[in-house]
């Protein structure tokens, strides 16, 4: 019974270095979600994908960030030139549809660490 | 520009007794809420939701009302456990934009006394 599978759970990245972050929605579930936690802070939206569509990404800096959801394979959370402003939890959290009735089932997430 | 919050950090109740956790909300366009869990290390789990159209909703020991008119919902959880301790997020969601994007509090930790 997998749930959203995230890898890897903790990342350290040098400041500069890129960082990928993978999600692997639930067996049957189509649309995935990125939120991201500072500390001490709720989860805030990032980015809803569908397979190999971008839905929404209000919620992701304009730049350096970028996210895939490719037609096989997992959801990639990618972050480029990493500062230290980045270091978070990243959750990816997937779902069978849309709507009020199905609510997110999220991963364990990933702690970036950036130094 | 918090649209949710959550004003009490943590919260420390005996077991067996009732957890009340408070959640208020300043978009009037949220029309869908929700409560998740989370243990330390793992990602939030859906707990219960309740719809804008109904004041109550009642699942087991976790209960949660709306009151509409005062943009508050609360979180009750009777008999409070000890496996109850965990950070409890609040959520919410409208119809405008992405249907599925949750706005969250920033979380109360509840400590259940043994």
């Known amino acids: 019974n997998a749930g959203v599978m995230q890898n890897p759970r903790h990342l350290v990245r040098r400041r500069g270095q890129e960082a990928r972050l993978r999600c692997s929605p639930m067996?049957?579930?189509?649309?995935v979600y990125w939120y991201r936690q500072l500390p001490e802070e709720g989860l805030k939206f990032m980015v809803y994908?569908?397979?190999?569509?971008?839905?929404?990404e209000s919620g992701m800096p304009k730049e350096r960030f970028s996210a895939e959801f490719p037609k096989e394979g997992p959801s990639i959370l990618r972050i480029q030139q990493v500062v230290r402003g980045d270091s978070a939890a990243y959750f990816c959290?997937?779902?069978?549809?849309?709507?009020?009735?199905?609510?997110?089932?999220f991963g364990n997430g990933t702690r970036l660490t950036v130094t | 520009d918090q649209q949710v919050k959550q004003n009490s950090p943590s919260l420390s109740v005996q077991e067996g007794r009732i957890s009340i956790l408070n959640c208020d909300y300043t978009?009037?366009?949220?029309?869908?809420f929700l409560w998740y869990k989370k243990y330390p290390a793992e990602g939030p789990t859906f707990l219960i939701s309740?719809?804008?159209?109904?004041d109550k909703n009642e699942d087991g020991r976790f209960t949660v009302f709306l009151n509409k008119s005062a943009k508050h919902l609360s979180l009750h959880i009777v008999p409070s456990q000890p496996g109850d301790s965990a950070v409890y997020f609040c959520a919410a969601s409208g119809t405008s934009g992405s249907a599925r994007q949750l706005t969250f509090g920033s979380g109360t930790q509840l400590t259940v006394l043994p």
């Open positions: 309740i719809s804008s159209i109904k």
């Open positions: 067996k049957g579930h189509s649309h």
């Open positions: 959290a997937s779902s069978p549809q849309t709507g009020p009735n199905s609510p997110l089932h």
């Open positions: 978009n009037s366009m949220f029309d869908y």
């Open positions: 994908l569908q397979k190999e569509n971008i839905i929404d």
